[in-house]
């Protein structure tokens, strides 16, 4: 089945810093959303973007679907961005399931 | 706030005990998905129904079962559990099966504890 890699795995830094959250996958995908788990294991929509690029005030995304793979970007960063950043794809052969990937976990020091 | 709501938030039980997680989809939301989050497996699809029919299947377990009603709400039954069991399980909805419509908003979560 599809594999969906995202990296770093952990990442610690100071407000006001910017970082780049990476989404690999193996195989061609239909969908693909970006979330938010808060410390309260709350799951919250950032992105749905199987492709193109879209900005949501601090954040935005990028998704190259020929070249598998996003990208989450996160400007002037602040410790409520504090929690683990999950990418889910859908691939395009199967079932309408959202395959998650192993996630970043981002810690924001004030 | 998604718009999806479960209940109850937060579940303590036995080994060997049963429980039923209940999941309201947003308005005019077709399909209904059961993820479940432990620490050694990560985000797990469980089940997908769509409009009261199963559609898709995950790793579900055969002590589990879900059904949606009439209504679009969904239960998922968790029978016979053991320590393993213990997880986060998501409910999230959508408003259809197609790609086009298959953004997926998340419910907050009902937090199993077996002990």
């Known amino acids: 089945g599809i594999q969906v890699e995202q990296s770093p795995p952990d990442l610690i830094l100071q407000e006001g810093a910017n970082s780049t959250l990476r989404c690999n996958f193996s195989?061609?995908?239909?969908?693909l959303q970006w979330f938010h788990q808060n410390p309260w294991g709350q799951l919250i929509n950032l992105f749905y973007?199987?492709?193109g690029t879209k900005q949501n005030g601090r954040l935005s995304a990028t998704t190259v679907a020929t070249e598998r793979y996003s990208l989450l970007y996160i400007s002037s960063s602040q410790t409520t961005d504090s929690g683990v950043y999950f990418c889910a794809v859908v691939p395009t052969s199967g079932t309408y399931k959202y395959i998650f990937g192993t996630g970043t976990r981002l810690k924001v020091l004030a | 706030d998604s718009g999806v709501t479960q209940t109850p938030k937060h579940l303590i039980t036995a080994t060997g005990q049963r429980v039923t997680l209940r999941c309201s989809p947003r308005?005019?939301?077709?399909?209904v998905y059961w993820y479940q989050q432990s620490l050694d497996q990560g985000l797990q699809f469980l089940i997908q129904y769509y409009n009261g029919e199963e559609r898709a299947k995950g790793n579900i377990l055969e002590r589990f079962s879900a059904q949606q009603f009439p209504d679009l709400h969904s239960e998922l039954n968790l029978s016979s559990l053991e320590l393993g069991d213990s997880a986060l399980y998501f409910c999230?909805?959508?408003?259809?099966?197609?790609?086009?419509?298959?953004?997926?908003?998340f419910g907050a979560g009902t937090r199993l504890s077996v002990l």
């Open positions: 973007i199987p492709s």
């Open positions: 999230a909805s959508s408003r259809g099966q197609g790609v086009a419509k298959n953004i997926q908003y």
């Open positions: 195989d061609s995908v239909n969908n």
């Open positions: 308005s005019g939301d077709l399909s």
